[in-house]
């Protein structure tokens, strides 16, 4: 090891947590000319106590019910909007 190496600072990795939004939150979610609405449900099967209600249909995260429209692995948090 060089002077040079030991004068870096040691890389600090940080996990990012993602929680499923407030209850009542409201996102809106377009695939193939279609728009699809969702809201935030209370779940208490769910471990987080919340859910994503999309139609009829309850996911446990953003990004199972975005990868039940689009039919691949989707990240939840770019293919839904916010409605607001």
């Known amino acids: 090891m060089s002077i040079k190496d030991s004068n870096k600072k040691p890389r600090v990795i ?9 209850m009542g939150s ?9 728009e699809y609405s969702a809201t935030v449900i209370a779940a208490r099967s769910y471990p987080s ?3 994503l ?8 995260s953003l990004s199972s019910a975005a990868k039940a ?3 691949w ?3 939840g948090w ?4 916010s409605k607001r």
């Open 53 to 60: 209600k999309v139609g009829n249909t309850i996911y446990s």
């Open 73 to 75: 692995p989707t990240n």
């Open 78 to 81: 770019l293919f839904w909007k």
């Open 26 to 34: 409201e996102f809106v979610g377009r695939f193939r000319d279609r």
């Open 14 to 22: 940080q996990r990012i947590t993602r929680e499923m939004p407030p």
């Open 69 to 71: 429209i689009t039919g």
């Open 49 to 51: 106590g919340k859910a």
